[in-house]
């Protein structure tokens, strides 16, 4: 690793990124208040001294919500990403390397995955579960795994048939040894940028769903749902409903920016 | 890959559709909590006008009181025969109102395809042949653009066009006026990415040796561009637009309701929200087999475009 390069792209999407992860963590030790407690006498003020971002419709404080909003929506990314790569990449490496039939059933499973648009899947299992975070999970998981498997299989296809690794294998190196050795580090610099993208995603997903009130429900901060919460009052409060918008765009930037591309 | 295996799959997902929606739409219905009977019988005669008849009316109606199997096999059976029943809320029959919900979607889909086209291929070629600060400005807006999930664009445009100008408005459905900004903010959305896969192939193209050789041999640049730039551009450009599909249902789904569009979408979010399962069941599946059927489309399409290709996909 060389210095870091302030002009990269990549600088920019990690800092922002990190600079939102301390917020949404640090910020409800700083403050005094809470995200819950209404107070109907200072509903919509402007931000002061105590409610350092204002207060929203209840009169709570938008300091610590939009925290807790930017925490949830972390959260989701961090554990669809985790999953669906963990996921992706094991059965990845099984439908190239092992046998033939296990290709052909995991090829079967993505066409069937794929026939539906992903926002429609996730629609419909947040509709057997509402506001359920870990049905949202679940189905943002199971639409993303797919991206994986298709990058890992492709790579380590090619990987498998290299010079490199027929000798490893007559030399009888075991499938963990080939792994760790010619599969992980030729995946590993790909998975960087659809981990990025994939984490763009689910945050979207999931702001998506709290948007059209099939997510996450109230009195729960979420990003999606604070947009609806605070258009009707626009006209009175501005900036409220600016709060959970630029949250929003700069969350999903700093992913895309991270991803070193623009997309595709 | 073969042409008709490519068909074979699409076909394949056309019937992974049906199973899956109805599957899911099933476990839906048998994981509503308490006795499902009364829950759908309260939307639909209301709280009060509930009694046990009325929950011995629908719980026939549905098959809840058989067992969880033969009441699958009866559930995807009516499926298969496009029998998706009457909607819980409205007591209509859903597939009418999927026709008529179907039409204002394609109507706001193909009006924001065709203005995002408008837009970005436009822009691509011009940034790609002139490159310099008219690239560096579509690269930035188009990075922030696309930042922006589709229903905060469509919120950002109602709140210019339609609260601060009152030029436009705010959402419904009747007069032509109602149709700009749905459309205009799918537009923004798709031409965000795609005017870059414009300029990405347009920039391919005018490098490479084959269009400097048009030029040589004493082709005007515009001659150039009609003999050999168009077809070589396109080929990736449509078989990008196969990946932007995706984009256009799940934009869809988001503006229609944002914006109170009657299309499939708002349709699909209401009836989730109002917890009528026949009419989600109804959308979800209209929404899965157009989405196969346009990406059946955009695959012939390539292989039109470029038949030396012997993989479309």
């Not at chain 1, 509709?127 to 993303?144: C, K, N, R, T």
């Not at chain 2, 309701?257 to 026949?278: C, K, N």
Request: aromatic share 10%; glycine share 8%.
């Amino acid at each position: 690793m060389k210095g870091i390069d302030f002009t990269s792209t990549r600088f920019w999407g990690a800092l922002i990124l990190l600079t939102l992860c301390l917020y949404a963590f640090a910020a409800p030790i700083l403050s005094s208040q809470d995200s819950a407690t209404q107070d109907l006498s200072s509903i919509l003020r402007l931000p002061d001294s105590t409610r350092w971002l204002g207060t929203d419709h209840f009169g709570r404080d938008m300091w610590v919500r939009l925290a807790d909003a930017l925490q949830l929506s972390l959260l989701m990314a961090a554990l669809c990403v985790l999953t669906s790569a963990l996921i992706g990449v094991t059965l990845g490496i099984l439908a190239a390397t092992g046998p033939a039939w296990a290709d052909r059933v995991l090829d079967g499973m993505t066409t069937v995955i794929l026939a539906l648009p992903g926002l429609v899947l996730v629609l419909i299992f947040a509709a057997i579960l509402p506001g359920s975070f870990w049905m949202l999970y679940v189905a943002i998981s199971l639409v993303q795994w797919i991206e994986y498997f298709r990058v890992t299989r492709a790579i380590t296809r090619q990987v498998a048939r290299s010079p490199a690794v027929q000798s490893s294998r007559l030399m009888g190196f075991g499938a963990l040894y080939l792994v760790r050795r010619h599969y992980w580090p030729a995946i590993a610099p790909q998975l960087t940028t659809i981990a990025a993208f994939g984490a763009a995603n689910a945050i979207l997903m999931m702001a998506s769903l709290g948007f059209v009130y099939v997510g996450i429900q109230p009195p729960l901060a979420e990003l999606g749902l604070m947009i609806v919460e605070h258009f009707p009052y626009y006209a009175d409060a501005p900036w409220l409903l600016a709060q959970p918008l630029i949250a929003l765009a700069l969350l999903v930037l700093s992913c895309h920016l991270l991803a070193g591309r623009t997309a595709r | 890959m073969m042409l008709r295996d490519l068909l074979i799959k699409r076909l394949l997902q056309l019937l992974a559709v049906a199973w899956g929606v109805g599957t899911l739409t099933y476990i839906l219905m048998r994981a509503l909590p308490g006795d499902m009977a009364y829950r759908i019988a309260a939307s639909r005669y209301g709280i009060d006008g509930v009694d046990s008849n009325a929950a011995a009316m629908v719980r026939e109606e549905l098959g809840l009181d058989q067992s969880g199997w033969s009441a699958y096999w009866q559930w995807l059976g009516d499926l298969m025969q496009w029998n998706l029943g009457n909607s819980l809320v409205s007591g209509l029959p859903v597939v009418d109102t999927l026709w008529h919900m179907l039409g204002h979607s394609l109507l706001l889909a193909l009006t924001g395809m065709l203005i995002a086209a408008l837009i970005a291929i436009p822009l691509g070629l011009a940034s790609a042949y002139w490159g310099g600060w008219l690239n560096r400005l579509t690269l930035t807006l188009s990075t922030a653009m696309h930042a922006l999930p589709v229903f905060v664009i469509g919120l950002l445009a109602v709140v210019l066009f339609a609260l601060e100008l009152a030029w436009l408005p705010v959402a419904g459905f009747g007069s032509a006026a109602h149709l700009v900004l749905p459309a205009l903010t799918l537009a923004l959305s798709l031409a965000a990415i795609s005017n870059r896969v414009v300029h990405t192939e347009a920039q391919r193209v005018f490098s490479a040796p084959f269009f400097e050789f048009a030029q040589i041999k004493g082709l005007s640049p515009w001659q150039a561009f009609l003999r050999h730039g168009v077809r070589n551009i396109s080929v990736p450009v449509v078989a990008f637009f196969g990946v932007q599909l995706i984009t256009v249902i799940e934009g869809v789904v988001m503006i229609e309701s944002l914006f109170s569009w009657p299309g499939i979408g708002h349709g699909l979010a209401h009836a989730i929200f109002a917890r009528d399962i026949p009419l989600i069941q109804g959308a979800a599946l209209t929404m899965g087999v157009l989405f196969v059927v346009l990406n059946t489309l955009v695959d012939l399409a390539c292989h039109a475009l470029d038949p030396r290709a012997g993989d479309p996909a």
